[in-house]
């Protein structure tokens, strides 16, 4: 079996080991969405994916956890189907092998077929905060199911470190983006954020509170202290037209212990940070919070309406205010701006670079022009909404579904787009339809608009990649 459908040619892709990710990140869909004959198909053909081979030599510990392991955890707690709980035993105890290190943390990019012969392990030097970070829920569900505390214990392990050293960082309470595994070293580098790289890191926070009922008082603490620091560095109010009350989530690098330098950088990835600060405002009753979870899912919604195509891109930049208060509109500061962050510098005036860059007002730049079927905006929007029931948050992802529906479809499926910013309503499309897509992003709004006792957040928590887990009762 094949891991994704490339939506244009017809073909595939294998970057997940050829170990059948979409059907596998997509069983929790095809029971939510009340397909159930679809489901016992794809069941039947997900329990005989042999893991023993792989289209891959190296496997990221990450993302099999979170689309394999956590899909198949999610589709047995939705359907009590125990080929699927026994299937993702299979998973963890392969997976559990990457923790056989020295000291026991694991490693993130890794050889399975050494690991199976027992070659000696060591962890890596260079590993992405986020994926060693991010492996919690996964781990500590199948312990709650199996009853076997194994794989519980190892990543209770991990957090302990994280634990240790939160206020060690150049940003007390937050963590670098790289960290060091092998001398399980979490303080030596100073870029810090809540995006790619780091973010289900701090995502994982108020949902592992949730998930062990509260009876683990170490989650709290470690939400409390990070995102008071990002509050304070990392969030940010961008200058716009209609002087929007919005905020933005950026990128610090520390330059001293006391002076940050902010990188006034958004990225679509990291509009999960609206949704789990509602989480945390409501799971720990810090009012404060839930502003802020206005402010950043406003922002992305924003974001969307602000682009010709009502879509958002990966990454752009924007003038940040002095302070969240607000700035007023300047457009000579804007254009100037736009200008000095042109690549390659130009000797073009400021308007020709923001036409020719095809800017949207507020804009200086957009690094990153893709739309690639990303779910985190809508994963916020449908969060805040069933938290709130603000009942305009509806309309408004409507408009998203519409807008990405009308230019990504094609004749087999969805397509990511590799301009967001083109004006002819003819965006080019990429042959790449990850599983997220489904996983994520059409549940996502098809949980929206159906009734909330509907996989209610009262009974289920979310993992990174859209899969509900059940709460403890």
């Known amino acids: 079996m094949k891991d994704e459908v490339a939506p244009l040619s017809g073909g595939y892709r294998n970057g997940f080991g050829g170990w059948a990710a979409t059907?596998?990140?997509?069983?929790?869909?095809?029971?939510?969405?009340?397909?159930?004959?679809?489901?016992?198909?794809?069941?039947?053909?997900?329990?005989?994916?042999?893991?023993?081979?792989?289209?891959?030599?190296?496997?990221?510990?990450?993302?099999?956890?979170?689309?394999?392991?956590?899909?198949?955890?999610?589709?047995?707690?939705?359907?009590?189907?125990?080929?699927?709980?026994?299937?993702?035993?299979?998973?963890?105890?392969?997976?559990?092998?990457?923790?056989?290190?020295?000291?026991r943390m694991p490693i993130t990019r890794w050889n399975f077929q050494n690991g199976a012969k027992g070659v000696p392990q060591i962890g890596d030097d260079f590993?992405?905060?986020?994926?060693?970070?991010?492996?919690?829920?996964?781990?500590?569900?199948?312990?709650?199911?199996?009853?076997?505390?194994k794989w519980y214990d190892a990543v209770r392990r991990i957090v302990d470190v994280f634990d240790q050293q939160q206020n060690q960082t150049q940003l007390p309470g937050m963590w670098p983006v790289v960290v060091n595994a092998q001398k399980a070293n979490l303080t030596r580098e100073n870029s810090f954020g809540l995006g790619a790289m780091s973010d289900s890191l701090y995502e994982y926070f108020p949902k592992m509170h949730a998930l062990l009922g509260g009876l683990d008082s170490v989650y709290e603490k470690l939400y409390r202290g990070a995102m008071a620091a990002a509050a304070q560095h990392v969030l940010w109010r961008p200058m716009t037209p209609n002087n929007a009350d919005?905020?933005?989530?950026?990128?610090?690098?520390?330059?001293?212990?006391?002076?940050?330098?902010?990188?006034?950088?958004?990225?679509?990835?990291?509009?999960?940070?609206?949704?789990?600060?509602?989480?945390?405002?409501?799971?720990?009753?810090?009012?404060?919070?839930?502003?802020?979870?206005?402010?950043?899912?406003?922002?992305?919604?924003?974001?969307?309406?602000a682009f010709p195509l009502g879509i958002m891109p990966e990454t752009f930049h924007m003038v940040p205010c002095p302070s969240k208060s607000g700035c007023q509109w300047d457009e000579a500061k804007w254009k100037a701006e736009a200008k000095a962050r042109s690549v390659p510098a130009t000797n073009q005036d400021a308007m020709q670079v923001v036409e020719q860059l095809r800017l949207p007002p507020g804009f200086t730049a957009v690094g990153d022009r893709r739309y690639v079927l990303r779910p985190e905006a809508i994963e916020s929007v449908f969060i805040l909404y069933r938290i709130t029931g603000r009942k305009d948050l509806l309309?408004?992802?409507?408009?998203?579904?519409?807008?990405?529906?009308?230019?990504?479809?094609?004749?087999l499926a969805n397509a990511a787009i590799a301009d967001v910013t083109v004006t002819d309503g003819k965006p080019p499309k990429l042959d790449s339809m990850e599983s997220f897509w489904m996983a994520e992003t059409l549940k996502y709004f098809y949980l929206l608009f159906s009734d909330p006792g509907i996989v209610s957040l009262d009974e289920y928590v979310f993992n990174t990649e859209a899969h509900p887990f059940k709460r403890p009762t």
Not at 268 to 289: E, Q, T
Not at 395 to 411: C, N
């Open 246 to 305: 919005i905020l933005i989530s950026g990128d610090v690098r520390m330059r001293t212990p006391s002076v940050s330098e902010l990188d006034p950088q958004g990225q679509h990835l990291v509009c999960f940070a609206g949704g789990m600060f509602a989480l945390g405002s409501r799971l720990f009753d810090i009012p404060a919070h839930m502003d802020i979870a206005h402010k950043l899912v406003d922002g992305c919604t924003w974001t969307y309406k």
């Open 395 to 411: 309309d408004t992802a409507w408009d998203m579904f519409s807008a990405i529906q009308k230019y990504t479809e094609t004749d």
């Open 23 to 103: 059907l596998i990140d997509n069983l929790d869909t095809l029971w939510i969405m009340e397909m159930k004959d679809e489901f016992e198909v794809a069941v039947s053909a997900a329990v005989n994916v042999d893991l023993g081979i792989s289209t891959l030599q190296t496997v990221n510990v990450f993302e099999t956890t979170i689309r394999h392991l956590g899909g198949l955890l999610a589709a047995y707690d939705l359907s009590g189907d125990r080929r699927l709980l026994s299937k993702a035993g299979e998973v963890g105890d392969m997976l559990y092998v990457a923790f056989d290190t020295p000291n």
């Open 127 to 149: 590993v992405l905060v986020a994926e060693i970070g991010s492996l919690t829920m996964e781990f500590t569900h199948l312990s709650q199911l199996t009853r076997d505390p």
